[in-house]
């Protein structure tokens, strides 16, 4: 028996030698994208998220500086896509983020932009979301979010006569409904896509097959304004063994017979399981695989190889059909699926990712950033619309740097304040520039259209308006200015809104015996509030760190009159000293009632008023004299201490997640004001 074994075993050998096809180490991929109807698509979108500032600023991200922080250039990114692109038409990529594709494309040839816009146009790569960044949903203003985006839809359509038609919001954290009828269906976009929801709403939603939705964001606009809505099954990367940067570590496709370790069958099964297992979380029978996550594809070719050999081998197999989409294809695909799908209202706020984790901390993170964004985003309204009045001219200043700043402000790791200082910084610093522009043009706009409204008769003077951008610690040195020997000082106030407002105007003033008056000459009743010491010595302190010099003239009074405004205009007072018998602005008297301790403010109009304490400024009783209401109220200021995530858990409180260290029993009886 033994004897009889070795040869037929050399014979099987020799055989199965024989039968092993001589593969060239050439295979040509048939990647044909295609739709098959009755089997389960698998819609391979190749992305790359990239933060337009995060750990690093946004101009790091893009030319690879700082890579000690992270590995991180988009200048690669971009440059591998395009090329890997031209070497193959079926190949497909989303790109997401203007302010990089904008940085990058100022530095391309006028051959290479020729080859671009034919990819563009082919649909080989596609513009989605399209808005400088991919802004926050829970802190910014929406005006800022319509600005961001509108600015990327204008370059998009200015270089490549193009809209987008999908939201790509894949990693803020959580989602407004706002987003979904304002900046989704409002907007023209045909879907939306993103990732982070609560988790035991992710749980419910892939029991359920409620993952894909449409979502009615607005009760007043209700079915006009819905928007196909798909919320991802896990994360924005790949399912797992599908990541393809040059250090990731899933096992590649090795086809080559001639090298060890061939495993198409393996990985075509890994393929098919992964598929057969989203499909099972997935109305109709269209998937989408995520195929990249945060700034990959520096790289690209290494995803495209992979991805050219599964959907070869895939669809060799024929148990499910892989091909290259985009986001828009496939939401194509969905449209025409004729699939009922459930209805979302509402927002998806507050964002857990997992037990007492809730991303609820970065609704207050960085507030002097945040109230900065606010306060140049209501400059820039005004601003624009001076700068629409006057004219644009090509030499003058303008807003453009100070829109691109605050564009880029309105980022998921911008306004939200989840950025590293030093990004942050880099931020406020872009205002900041933004802002001295459009200073320079809202004065020469002011000017010109005061000037005009003096009339065609008489002789223009150039007035010189002066801002006061530091009013926030009571600095504004034209206001200061004593006003004697018949010096007056012209305020203008401009509304950027389109309905007419009253509002309290404050400014510092050096004088007593003040007179305002209208733009009639009518003289308006206005107060004199005593600056406080204390407001004072940050005054000081701030002056000498913003502006390295001693407030040199000497502040004594708020000067406090009510100014009325029409929409998109302005309106002009005048501050001159008073006459020795005239009227004048009146001392406010709050401060001899601080005085007594049990002394009271009370503030409210008719019949409604609410009483504070003089000294303290808290709130004790609300008052409603017509019906005889008087309830009492307490206020009191209180804090929750973080979880310092030293101990077995290790989620600290921080920027994004306010956790706090313990449970804070709210009693029922327990009034919170
Ligand atoms: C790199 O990042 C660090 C913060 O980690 C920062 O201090 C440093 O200034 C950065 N370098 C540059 C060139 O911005
Ligand atoms: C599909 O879902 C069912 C029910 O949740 C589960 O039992 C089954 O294992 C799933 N199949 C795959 C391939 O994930
Ligand atoms: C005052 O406003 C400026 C910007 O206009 C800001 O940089 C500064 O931090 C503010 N100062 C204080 C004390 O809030
Ligand atoms: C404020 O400071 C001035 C001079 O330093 C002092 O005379 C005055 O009493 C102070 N006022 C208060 C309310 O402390
Ligand atoms: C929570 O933090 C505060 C302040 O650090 C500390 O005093 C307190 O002991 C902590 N409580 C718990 C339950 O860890």
């Given at each position: 028996?033994?004897?009889?074994?070795?040869?037929?075993?050399?014979?099987?050998?020799?055989?199965?030698?024989?039968?092993?096809?001589?593969?060239?180490?050439?295979?040509?991929?048939?990647?044909?994208?295609?739709?098959?109807?009755?089997?389960?698509?698998?819609?391979?979108?190749?992305?790359?998220?990239?933060?337009?500032?995060?750990?690093?600023?946004?101009?790091?991200?893009?030319?690879?500086?700082?890579?000690?922080i992270r590995g991180a250039c988009v200048q690669n990114v971009?440059?591998?896509?395009?090329?890997?692109?031209?070497?193959?038409?079926?190949?497909?990529?989303?790109?997401?983020?203007?302010?990089?594709?904008?940085?990058?494309?100022?530095?391309?040839?006028?051959?290479?932009?020729?080859?671009?816009?034919?990819?563009?146009?082919?649909?080989?790569?596609?513009f989605i979301n399209g808005g400088m960044c991919m802004h926050?949903?829970?802190?910014?203003?929406?005006?800022?979010?319509?600005?961001?985006?509108?600015?990327?839809?204008?370059?998009?359509?200015?270089?490549?006569?193009?809209?987008?038609?999908?939201?790509?919001?894949?990693?803020?954290?959580?989602?407004?409904?706002?987003?979904?009828?304002?900046?989704?269906?409002?907007?023209?976009?045909?879907?939306?896509?993103?990732?982070?929801?609560?988790?035991?709403d992710r749980a419910k939603r892939l029991k359920d097959k409620?993952?894909?939705?449409?979502?009615?964001?607005?009760?007043?606009?209700?079915?006009?304004?819905?928007?196909?809505?798909?919320?991802?099954?896990?994360?924005?990367?790949?399912?797992?063994?599908?990541?393809?940067?040059?250090?990731?570590?899933?096992?590649?496709?090795?086809?080559?017979?001639?090298?060890?370790?061939?495993?198409?069958?393996?990985?075509?099964?890994?393929?098919?399981?992964?598929?057969?297992?989203?499909?099972?979380?997935?109305?109709?029978?269209?998937?989408?695989?995520?195929?990249?996550?945060?700034?990959?594809?520096?790289?690209?070719?290494?995803?495209?190889?992979?991805?050219?050999?599964?959907?070869?081998?895939?669809?060799?197999?024929?148990?499910?059909?892989?091909?290259?989409?985009?986001?828009?294809?496939?939401?194509?695909?969905?449209?025409?699926?004729?699939?009922?799908?459930?209805?979302?209202?509402?927002?998806?706020?507050?964002?857990?990712?997992?037990?007492?984790?809730?991303?609820?901390?970065?609704?207050?993170?960085?507030?002097?950033?945040?109230?900065?964004?606010?306060?140049?985003?209501?400059?820039?309204?005004?601003?624009?619309?001076?700068?629409?009045?006057?004219?644009?001219?090509?030499?003058?200043?303008?807003?453009?740097?100070?829109?691109?700043?605050?564009?880029?402000?309105?980022?998921?790791?911008?306004?939200?304040?989840?950025?590293?200082?030093?990004?942050?910084?880099?931020?406020?610093?872009?205002?900041?520039?933004?802002?001295?522009?459009?200073?320079?043009?809202?004065?020469?706009?002011?000017?010109?259209?005061?000037?005009?409204?003096?009339?065609?008769?008489?002789?223009?003077?150039?007035?010189?308006?002066?801002?006061?951008?530091?009013?926030?610690?009571?600095?504004?040195?034209?206001?200061?200015?004593?006003?004697?020997?018949?010096?007056?000082?012209?305020?203008?106030?401009?509304?950027?809104?389109?309905?007419?407002?009253?509002?309290?105007?404050?400014?510092?003033?050096?004088?007593?015996?003040?007179?305002?008056?209208?733009?009639?000459?009518?003289?308006?009743?206005?107060?004199?509030?005593?600056?406080?010491?204390?407001?004072?010595?940050?005054?000081?302190?701030?002056?000498?760190?913003?502006?390295?010099?001693?407030?040199?003239?000497?502040?004594?009074?708020?000067?406090?009159?009510?100014?009325?405004?029409?929409?998109?205009?302005?309106?002009?007072?005048?501050?001159?000293?008073?006459?020795?018998?005239?009227?004048?602005?009146?001392?406010?008297?709050?401060?001899?009632?601080?005085?007594?301790?049990?002394?009271?403010?009370?503030?409210?109009?008719?019949?409604?008023?609410?009483?504070?304490?003089?000294?303290?400024?808290?709130?004790?009783?609300?008052?409603?004299?017509?019906?005889?209401?008087?309830?009492?109220?307490?206020?009191?200021?209180?804090?929750?201490?973080?979880?310092?995530?030293?101990?077995?858990?290790?989620?600290?409180?921080?920027?994004?997640?306010?956790?706090?260290?313990?449970?804070?029993?709210?009693?029922?009886?327990?009034?919170?004001?």
């Open positions: 028996m033994a004897i009889a074994t070795v040869p037929l075993t050399l014979a099987l050998l020799l055989l199965a030698l024989c039968l092993l096809p001589a593969q060239p180490a050439y295979i040509a991929y048939n990647t044909t994208p295609s739709i098959v109807p009755g089997k389960i698509n698998v819609h391979l979108v190749p992305h790359s998220h990239d933060d337009v500032g995060w750990l690093k600023t946004v101009d790091q991200y893009y030319v690879g500086a700082n890579n000690s971009l440059d591998s896509v395009i090329s890997a692109l031209l070497d193959d038409k079926n190949r497909k990529f989303i790109y997401v983020e203007v302010a990089f594709f904008q940085r990058w494309w100022r530095q391309q040839s006028d051959a290479m932009k020729i080859k671009v816009k034919e990819l563009v146009d082919s649909g080989q790569l596609e926050d949903e829970a802190t910014p203003h929406y005006i800022d979010l319509i600005d961001q985006t509108t600015l990327g839809h204008q370059f998009i359509k200015k270089e490549f006569g193009q809209i987008p038609r999908v939201g790509w919001q894949i990693d803020p954290f959580g989602h407004s409904a706002v987003q979904a009828y304002l900046l989704g269906a409002e907007l023209g976009f045909d879907s939306l896509f993103f990732a982070r929801i609560d988790y035991q409620t993952l894909e939705v449409i979502w009615r964001g607005s009760k007043s606009l209700g079915s006009s304004s819905q928007i196909f809505t798909g919320i991802f099954p896990r994360h924005y990367d790949p399912p797992d063994g599908f990541v393809f940067e040059i250090n990731d570590v899933s096992p590649p496709v090795q086809d080559d017979v001639l090298l060890f370790d061939y495993n198409v069958q393996e990985r075509v099964d890994d393929f098919v399981a992964a598929a057969l297992a989203q499909a099972n979380v997935t109305r109709t029978n269209h998937i989408m695989w995520l195929m990249g996550t945060d700034f990959r594809y520096q790289y690209a070719n290494s995803w495209f190889r992979q991805m050219d050999k599964f959907i070869h081998y895939v669809n060799q197999d024929g148990r499910v059909h892989a091909l290259y989409s985009t986001p828009t294809i496939y939401t194509d695909a969905k449209y025409t699926a004729n699939e009922e799908w459930p209805l979302k209202f509402d927002d998806f706020f507050p964002y857990a990712d997992h037990p007492n984790a809730y991303w609820t901390g970065y609704f207050t993170s960085r507030p002097a950033f945040k109230g900065y964004v606010r306060a140049m985003s209501a400059y820039f309204l005004a601003a624009r619309q001076l700068e629409f009045f006057k004219g644009r001219t090509s030499s003058g200043p303008n807003t453009d740097a100070l829109a691109d700043a605050l564009a880029i402000a309105q980022h998921h790791d911008a306004v939200s304040g989840t950025q590293r200082q030093h990004v942050a910084a880099d931020y406020a610093l872009r205002i900041s520039i933004g802002y001295l522009e459009a200073e320079k043009l809202v004065a020469s706009s002011l000017s010109f259209l005061a000037d005009s409204k003096v009339g065609m008769g008489e002789k223009k003077s150039t007035t010189n308006f002066q801002q006061c951008p530091l009013l926030n610690i009571s600095h504004c040195p034209p206001s200061e200015a004593a006003l004697q020997n018949g010096k007056r000082l012209v305020i203008v106030i401009y509304n950027p809104l389109g309905w007419q407002r009253n509002n309290v105007v404050r400014i510092p003033v050096s004088d007593e015996n003040l007179i305002v008056q209208d733009s009639g000459g009518k003289i308006i009743d206005s107060q004199l509030l005593p600056v406080s010491n204390a407001t004072l010595k940050l005054r000081s302190f701030y002056t000498k760190a913003y502006l390295g010099a001693s407030p040199t003239e000497s502040v004594k009074y708020w000067l406090v009159f009510s100014a009325s405004v029409p929409s998109l205009g302005f309106s002009t007072y005048t501050v001159s000293a008073a006459t020795q018998t005239g009227p004048h602005s009146f001392m406010s008297t709050v401060s001899s009632s601080r005085e007594s301790p049990d002394a009271t403010i009370e503030v409210g109009q008719g019949s409604l008023k609410l009483v504070y304490t003089a000294d303290a400024g808290k709130l004790t009783q609300y008052v409603n004299t017509r019906n005889q209401v008087r309830a009492n109220a307490e206020q009191s200021y209180s804090y929750y201490s973080g979880n310092d995530g030293t101990d077995k858990d290790p989620q600290a409180s921080g920027a994004y997640v306010f956790r706090p260290n313990m449970t804070y029993p709210i009693k029922s009886d327990q009034k919170f004001i």
